[in-house]
């Protein structure tokens, strides 16, 4: 297979509502699709990294950038392309695993659709479908948290995720609790929004019985993690500090998480999402898959790799309308509480064309 382009297509998705977290407010979705062009068809790519670096260090337009100056030019002048071999060719660029992320998962959905294969039997997928949690954002008050937590265990939602901050965090934890009961799959995500010193205001939320605490300190403080483990019986499970199998390994062995949230962008695709699949599970430890508020391209892959066998907690696989009233895709619909996993070739779905040219902003055609 030989690659002849790349198409950038940057879209911009208006959000069903605001998405309050720990490091501001989300309206609209701004994010970078590819269109990997080869001399045997085409596959889709999506960069999940946001217009600012305040998820993680990676940006749309650093993204764009580092794709057009060094990976794609990379690429194409490493002979005929092989998706398991696209990281190796990559490696010499350091960091950048979001956009490294998306140019994988292009060659690797090109690949299989010529070859006539699904993203779930590549990746070694077990279920047909797979439960569904959901990620409610900090609200401006109580009530509206209860009506936003009352309306998604109405749909089916089977996990519900709070974000917190520090002023947000115990209170609407006990009236989720109070309201909903003992028996809700109930867990937080702080998004590094807590330092150790808050130890003791943390160890406050004992005794709800939450699944777990995500990354509650900052993305480099592994340590803190397990000194925090220590102080608290909520299990600790991290996302923005899982960024390889090799971070992985080490994080569970210095006692820093009992549960690893898997986002293939995060840590630079799907072919690694599965080795740290394979070392939580080593390990003992559960993974879920998490969610960047993919459109239906990132969210298929998505489905399909939650449905590997380690992935034995509900994951942030929402359904297309928790974010769009359109999605760009056949929607993803929740189904008694879970969404199916695609079969067809590649990841199975494809843009509908005239609903990506209504979210299109701009595209760039990078020549190779
Ligand atoms: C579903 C969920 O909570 N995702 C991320 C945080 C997040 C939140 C908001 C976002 C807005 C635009 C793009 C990416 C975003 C990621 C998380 O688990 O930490
Ligand atoms: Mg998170």
């Given at each position: 297979m030989k690659l002849t382009g790349v198409e950038l297509i940057h879209v911009s998705m208006p959000l069903v509502s605001p998405f309050r977290t720990s490091f501001g407010t989300q309206v609209t979705r701004d994010l970078l699709l590819l269109r990997v062009v080869t001399d045997e068809g085409e596959g889709w790519g999506e960069c999940?990294?946001?217009?600012?670096?305040?998820?993680?260090?990676?940006?749309v337009a650093g993204a764009a950038d580092v794709l057009r100056r060094f990976l794609v030019p990379a690429l194409a002048a490493s002979g005929p392309l092989d998706a398991s071999r696209v990281a190796t060719v990559l490696a010499?660029?350091?960091?950048h695993r979001m956009a490294k992320a998306a140019l994988e998962m292009g060659v690797l959905d090109a690949e299989l659709r010529a070859e006539g294969r699904s993203f779930a039997r590549e990746l070694g997928a077990v279920h047909d479908r797979v439960p569904c949690g959901v990620s409610v954002g900090i609200m401006d008050s109580i009530p509206a948290l209860l009506d936003a937590v009352g309306g998604y265990i109405d749909e089916g939602y089977v996990r519900i995720k709070l974000k917190i901050e520090p002023g947000w965090d115990v209170a609407p934890v006990r009236a989720v609790r109070e309201r909903f009961g003992d028996d809700v799959l109930l867990q937080v995500d702080a998004?590094?929004?807590?330092?150790?010193?808050d130890a003791r205001h943390l160890a406050r939320l004992d005794p709800f019985e939450l699944l777990l605490i995500e990354q509650p300190l900052e993305e480099e403080d592994i340590l803190g993690h397990a000194d925090l483990a220590r102080q608290i019986t909520t299990p600790i499970c991290l996302d923005e500090s899982i960024t390889s199998a090799q971070s992985t390994a080490a994080a569970i062995r210095l006692g820093a998480c009992e549960v690893v949230n898997i986002k293939p962008g995060r840590v630079g695709g799907y072919l690694e999402s599965r080795r740290i699949h394979d070392v939580c599970v080593a390990n003992g430890v559960p993974v879920w898959c998490g969610g960047m508020l993919e459109t239906g391209i990132g969210r298929a892959a998505n489905v399909a790799l939650a449905?590997?066998?380690?992935?034995?907690m509900p994951g942030d696989t929402s359904a297309s309308d928790r974010y769009y009233r359109?999605?760009?895709?056949e929607p993803f619909v929740l189904d008694a509480g879970t969404l199916t996993v695609p079969t067809g070739p590649g990841i199975g779905v494809l843009p509908v064309p005239e609903l990506l040219a209504e979210v299109t902003t701009h595209t760039e055609w990078l020549t190779v």
């Open positions: 999940v990294t946001m217009p600012d670096p305040v998820y993680s260090s990676e940006y010499p660029f350091k960091g998004n590094t929004a807590y330092t150790l010193a449905a590997l066998p380690g992935f034995t359109t999605d760009i895709t």
